[in-house]
């Protein structure tokens, strides 16, 4: 049995009032509810507020560069199958820097859970445009407006994602769900959250977005049907869905790896034994 | 005894292979070989060479002075005509050479009409020229054909290329008569390994225990991952080619943080990319492995071919100050050794180790004693102990030598915390000032412990001698050639060479430097990087730089001609 309290973290620098106190909530929730103690955790985050998230928490913790959350976490993921690995970082990191990590992730279908708190836009720096800000949205660094947003959802059903989901911060019961969904799928599970920012996005607020969510479980949407999945992903503006908009199957990347059937890399015995066969191939 | 054949020909005439299988050949017979490959960014024609270099004595690098040139087109004559010896032969078609040919050195054969009627059309054309080569100097024919069957895993496509071998044997037999009088008989010698450098560096990962790489193709290093992804299943070992060199290393990174011994190849450019990695490895005190196999640069330079040039870059490579290591091994044997040697200052230390290699030794081939693998250990470094207190367990924990004991996530009760930003012993950030600076020291201490593992240089030749040549890397083969050369000649001359350069021990250069008369430093860069960091680090200058800097490797002869330029100018 794991409590609630197993989880308590250090105090944290956010700003009062900030998505990502919604978020680690929902996180420490979701664990609790899967029965999975510290221990078995690695989270794995980059850089921006969204990536400070482990410290504020328990679990063995790698915090990355910006951008490099992902790579850090297959990496670790590959050598011990046996860790919980929880990837994490915000719009700018997953969705800027590391967009190329999060697209081959995704393809190669590493049983990793990938947390983005999109709050689209880039908070550390204090208020430039994101991936994801909403076109036209001016800041100090696009003072002629945003471009059109990227949507992570769409490019993660492209890449044959196996689950694709979207919570919101204001919403914990639901996000909680959410996330332990996501840890249980068997495969790269991407959680894309609406975390509204309290210093530099007022537009993008709890109130403007309370106004359009809406959850797909409460409606007849079938989240096993891709195309379905890709219309849904477009869905942006006066109504904004919430939940699992897919959810498919396919052998995960370590699954598939000869290698690790007879136990985990961390496990083996090192010796130079290995290569004395393959001398001989070579006299 | 001694040979030197040449195969010229274009991407796609089978030069390759031909010169491999000579190669194999020779090494069989008892033969010290050393073979190298000239080739161009291409998959299809333009100009590539191959030579096989087989000497009785060790051999380390290549010669200029061609005895037998097998040409497989035209262009091949044109080009390497001027390198072959007075007494040496040149094989070619004769049916499609279109120039006249009559000095005695050339040695036509109707290599097409061999090819047709041993039954492989016109495909085997170089397996002929191959034959007729061997045939040239009486070669043993059932080594060849032993080698022969092995490189083509029987069948009818071995039996063809054998086929095709004995015609061109019997043919150069029959017909060479006066030409090269020359007879290589198999020597008695133990059997020996016949590689190139990067499968040493690969043999020498498998020994160390590697049981992750990730790595992205890039010449000249592709080819580690490609013989260790062929024998990952059954080495219990997972290669991982991610999406680009950024993925590679932090993939690294993690494999490694989680407990796997782990390392990355690439080139320079590669390097570049991997770099903020490399600070990321130093600060979070991850080990790992990065192979750096040189090109000529900047940017993609010449993509195929050989440079010293990165020394400079790996040394300081990344923002910020942290340890690290740099490994450049001199030859084959030493690729295996140092890779082993690698493997182990990072886990021990708990840094970056970078092995620092180039195109010359990545692709060259050489003979070697078998590693005995029995020599090879394996240091994991200082481990956490588990126990019912590591509740209080810190990664980062605060200690003389610098190195703080790791843990694995999942294998202890320890939960292990770190950070890319400054951290605390406990591995959660912080922008406190005492922090910061203890920690900076206490990373900074392992510099001491890991000077002490740092080899001095090798010394080869006189004590005292008037003129001491200075290298790194795989320019020891030519330089000691160029050293027996000299010394031959009555020059005092000497050698210090160096393999283990970053923490750079000062000390023991400054000892041996400070009384030498006359310093070259012989480098395949343009700077001078080798000279620059001996005067940094102990403030000997030295005499001159002899430099080279075409993408082409060094050879003997160039180094002693390049010295005697500067001894009269």
New interface residues.
Partial sequence: MVELAAYAG?KSAWCPGCGNFGILAALNRALVSLGIG???V?M?SG?GQAG?TP?YT????????HG?A???????????P??VVIAMGGDGDGYGEGL??F??AVRRNHDITYLVHNNQVYGLTKGQASPTSDAGFVTKTTPHGADIPLSPLALALAADATFVARGFAGDIDHLSDLIAQGIRHKGFALIDILQPCVSFNHRNTYAWYRERVYKLSETDYDGRIKLAAFAKAQEWGDRIPIGVLFKGERPTYEER????K?GP????K???????K???E?? | MSLNIMVGGEAGQGVQSVGFLLARAFARGGYHVFADQDYESRVRGGHNFYRVRAEANEVGAIRETVDILIALNEESIRLHEDEVAADGVIIFDAGASKSVHEEERFFPLPLEKLSEESGGGKLMVNTVALGASLGVIGYDPGIIETVVHTHFGGGEVAGENARAVRAGYKYAQENSAGRLNRRLAPLESE?????NGN?AIA?GA????C??M?AYPMTPASSIMEYLAG???E????V?Q???E?????????????????MTATSGGGFCLMV??LG?AGM?ETPIVVVEGQRAGPAIGLPTRTEQSDLGFVIHAAHGEFPRAVLAPASIEDAFWLTVKAFNLAEAFQVPVILLTDQHLASSYGTVR??D??K?T?D?GLLHADSPESNGYRRHRFTLSGVSARA????S?A???????EHDEE???TEDADTRTAMMLKRLRKIEGLRDRIGPPRIYGSDGAQTTLVGWGSTYGALKEAVDILQKEGEGVNLLHFSQLWPFPADAVFDLLRDSKRIFVVENNATGQLAQLIRMETGIQATGSILKFDGRPMTAAWIVEGLKEKSSG
């Fill in positions: 250090l510290p221990r078995s690695l794995v850089i400070k410290h328990r679990g063995n913790v790698f915090n990355s560069l490099r992902l790579p850090v976490a297959i990496g670790a993921k590959i050598a011990n046996g860790l190329n990590h697209l081959n790896l000869p290698a690790l007879i890399l961390v496990s083996r090192l010796s130079a034994g290995n290569a004395q393959l001398l001989t070579f006299m | 059997r020996r390994m016949l590689l499968e043999l498998i020994a160390a225990g049981t992750f990730a024998k990952a299943d080495c219990g070992m997972v991982v991610p999406e680009d950024i993925s590679a290393i932090h993939m690294v990174i993690g494999a490694a943080f989680a407990g796997a011994r782990a903020e990695g990321l979070t078998a590693f693998l029995s090879v394996i994991r694995f996530p999942l294998q009760r939960l292990v915390i770190t950070d890319s930003d591995g959660h950030l």
